[in-house]
């Protein structure tokens, strides 16, 4: 079983920043990918940005892409999003997710554990 809990989120304003951080804890965090992704009223959860555990491969997605960063400090079982030059439409509820796989899932079946998310709102 692993436990997942998100923090960073709050209220900023547009072109602002946040970052957002998963700790992640109840088995040994190697060898596993992980993902952000988030889900804004209304719409269905999408996928954000993942990374691998081993050769740091990540992937975005087109609305992350040159804005978002994903990280992960593997000692400190935690993995990051940081984001930059924020958009209304970034307005959402941001979900860590664990994935058993070592190569980064970029839909949601791919992943085994769920953080409770963490509200992002971004003021016009």
């Known amino acids: 079983q692993v436990q997942l809990v998100e923090s960073g989120g709050g209220l900023v304003q547009t072109g602002g920043s946040l970052r957002l951080s998963c700790a992640a804890s109840g088995r040994t965090f190697s060898f596993y990918a992980m993902g952000w992704f988030r889900q804004a009223p209304g719409k269905e959860r999408e996928f954000v940005a993942a990374?691998?555990?081993?050769?740091?491969?990540?992937y975005y997605a087109d609305s992350a892409k040159d804005r978002f960063t994903i990280s992960r400090d593997n000692a400190k079982s935690t993995v990051y999003l940081q984001m930059d030059r924020l958009k209304p439409e970034d307005t959402a509820v941001y979900y860590c997710a664990y994935s058993r796989t070592t190569y980064p899932p970029r839909d949601m079946a791919g992943y085994n554990y769920w953080g409770q998310g963490t509200q992002v709102t971004v003021s016009s």
């Open positions: 990374i691998s555990w081993s050769l740091g491969t990540t």
